[in-house]
C-alpha cells in the first residue's frame, strides 16, 4: 500500500503539542442559569484589568480566523485587546448559556438583513436549545454583553463623564428629536446638560439596536425618549427626585418603529452609564411590563466572575423592578 | 461596494490639466466624463487606472483625517491612511456622528443615515463628500 500521507503533510508534532497546551490551559467556565422571560443579564469585563499577556494570547485562540483576520488589521495594542475582549466576552457569555456545553470557540454568528449580529443555533451536529438574544456594547473602558431568551435586546454603554468634542444642542439639533432638544435646552448647567445628554443617547442607541434595524432604519429623530415622573412612589409624600420613567414615542404612522419596548438606564461600577430595551411581554399586565428585572456579572473569563446586583456596582436610575 | 449602486456615475475633473498627464488621451479641455455602465463594469472602472483621478482629491482626504484625528484624540504622529478604517480607530457611534456632524459643516453638505452607514473607510468619507458637494453644485 502506497504512503497515503506524506511526511509533510502531518502537522508538527511540536505545534499539536503547543496547541493542546493551549486548549487545556484555560479551565472550564461555570455555567449560567437561563434569563426568565423577563430578565435580562449583563456581562461586562474592564479592559485595564486584563494584565496578563499570555491570557490575552489564550482569548486570541478563542476567536475564529475571521475575526483573528480583523484584529490584524486594527493597529495599536489597547485597541487590539478591547477588540479580542469583546469577542472573548460574547463566546464566553453564550457558551455559559448552554450550561458549557458549547466550546466558546465554536459559536458561529450572522447578520440580520440589516446587519445586526446574531447566533447560530445549528453548529455543525451541534444544536442550542435555547433561543439566546445577545448584543454587545464597548468603550475603551469597558465592554458589556446583554443576554435573553427570545426576546430582543439592545444595550449601549457609555463613560458617565464622557464629554462630546462637538457642541451638545448642535448635535441634539442634528440627530435628535425636536422634543429632545427642547428637553436638553431647558438645563442651564453645563454639566447637567451633559449627563442628561448621554442618557438619552445609551437610550436611543439601546433602541435602536434592539430593533435590529440599523441606524438608517431607525433615524434617531424619528422617535422620542422622555422621561416621565413616577406617579406612585413607596413614600407617597416624598417622592425621590430621580423617581422617573422612561417612555417612548414614535411617529403614529411608522411602521417600522414600534413602541412596545422597555428601557433600564443603571450606573455601572461607579464609572458608567448602561441602557437596557428589551421587547415587553404582551403576557405582562399593566405596570408589571414597565420594569426590567437585570441581573449583572463583572468577569474577566476563565479567572474570575462577580455577581454585582444588589450591590453599589449596580444603581438604578430607572426602570429596574 | 456599498456606497454607489448607480447605474451610472459622472467624474468630475475640477482640475482640467489633471486629465492632460493621462495615456488614455483625454484632453485638457474635458472637465466632465460621463459614464453609462452596469454595476459590474463600475467596479472593474474603479480598480482600473481611472480609479486614481476619480477618486477624491488629496485635499478632501486630508481634511477628513485632520477631522478624525481631532474627533478621536488621535495624536499627531498617527498614521491615518485612506484606508483606515472607522471602527479599527476605536470610534463608536457617537464619534462617528460628531464626525459625521463636523464634515457636515465643513463641506456645506447634508449625509443622511443610508449614506452614513456605508462609509467604512476614510477614503469612502472623502469620496460621498465630494459626491455631495458636486450634487450640491448641480442644483444650484
Redesign the interface.
Known amino acids: 500500500m502506497r504512503r497515503l500521507l506524506r511526511g509533510d503533510m502531518l502537522p508538527l508534532l511540536s505545534n499539536l503539542v503547543s496547541r493542546r497546551l493551549v486548549i487545556s490551559s484555560l479551565p472550564s467556565l461555570p455555567p449560567a442559569p437561563l434569563p426568565s422571560r423577563r430578565e435580562a443579564h449583563l456581562w461586562y469585563v474592564v479592559p485595564n484589568e486584563l494584565e496578563d499577556a499570555s491570557l490575552l494570547q489564550d482569548y486570541r485562540e478563542l476567536l475564529s480566523p475571521c475575526e483573528k483576520e480583523n484584529i490584524l488589521?486594527?493597529?495599536?495594542e489597547a485597541?487590539k485587546k478591547?477588540a479580542i475582549l469583546s469577542r472573548v466576552l460574547v463566546r464566553t457569555t453564550l457558551s455559559r448559556y448552554t450550561d458549557c456545553k458549547v466550546n466558546p470557540r465554536l459559536f458561529k454568528f450572522r447578520k440580520n438583513r440589516f446587519g445586526k449580529p446574531e447566533v447560530e443555533r445549528q453548529i455543525g451536529a451541534l444544536w442550542v436549545s435555547s433561543s439566546l438574544q445577545f448584543n454587545i456594547s464597548?468603550?475603551?473602558s469597558m465592554i458589556a454583553c446583554g443576554i435573553t431568551v427570545d426576546v430582543p435586546i439592545g444595550i449601549?454603554i457609555?463613560e458617565k463623564q464622557?464629554k462630546?468634542?462637538?457642541n451638545i444642542l448642535?448635535?441634539a439639533h442634528?440627530?435628535f428629536s425636536p422634543y429632545e432638544v427642547q428637553y436638553l435646552a431647558s438645563f442651564m448647567d453645563p454639566e447637567t446638560q451633559q449627563s442628561e445628554f448621554l442618557r438619552l443617547?445609551t437610550l436611543k442607541?439601546a433602541y435602536v439596536k434592539a430593533l435590529g434595524r440599523?441606524?438608517?432604519g431607525a433615524?434617531f429623530r424619528d422617535f422620542t425618549i422622555r422621561f416621565e415622573k413616577s406617579t406612585d412612589s413607596v413614600v407617597p409624600e416624598q417622592p425621590k427626585s430621580e423617581e422617573f420613567r422612561i417612555m417612548i414615542d414614535t411617529a403614529f404612522d411608522s411602521e417600522n418603529l414600534t413602541a412596545n419596548w422597555q428601557f433600564a438606564l443603571v450606573e455601572l461600577g461607579g464609572s458608567h452609564l448602561a441602557a437596557i430595551c428589551m421587547e415587553k411581554d404582551e403576557n405582562m399586565s399593566g405596570t408589571e411590563q414597565d420594569f426590567l428585572k437585570l441581573k449583572v456579572w463583572k468577569t474577566l473569563p476563565y479567572v474570575e466572575d462577580k455577581c454585582m446586583s444588589e450591590t453599589d456596582a449596580v444603581k438604578n436610575i430607572s426602570g429596574l423592578s | 461596494m456599498a456606497a454607489v449602486s448607480a447605474a451610472f456615475v459622472r467624474f468630475a475633473s475640477l482640475k482640467p490639466g489633471s486629465w492632460s498627464n493621462q495615456t488614455n488621451g483625454v484632453t485638457s479641455g474635458v472637465k466632465f466624463v460621463t459614464i453609462g455602465t452596469s454595476k459590474l463594469s463600475l467596479l472593474s472602472l474603479r480598480y482600473s487606472r481611472f480609479r486614481v483621478h476619480c477618486a477624491a482629491k488629496p485635499e478632501t482626504v486630508n481634511k477628513v483625517i485632520d477631522i478624525v484625528k481631532?474627533?478621536l484624540a488621535l495624536s499627531d504622529d498617527t498614521s491615518l491612511t485612506p484606508e483606515s478604517?472607522f471602527s479599527?480607530?476605536?470610534a463608536?457611534?457617537?464619534d462617528t456622528?460628531?464626525i459625521v456632524?463636523?464634515l457636515?459643516e465643513e463641506f456645506d453638505i447634508s449625509v443622511?443615515?443610508?449614506n452614513?452607514?456605508n462609509i467604512t473607510t476614510v477614503q469612502d468619507a472623502a469620496d460621498l463628500i465630494e459626491k455631495l458637494v458636486l450634487q450640491k453644485a448641480e442644483a444650484a
Open positions: 488589521s486594527i493597529k495599536g485597541l478591547c464597548h468603550t475603551s449601549d457609555e464622557r462630546p468634542v462637538n448642535s448635535l442634528r440627530y443617547w442607541e440599523g441606524f438608517s433615524p | 481631532k474627533q478604517k479599527s480607530l476605536g463608536d457611534s457617537l456622528v460628531e456632524m463636523c457636515e443622511d443615515e443610508d452614513s452607514q
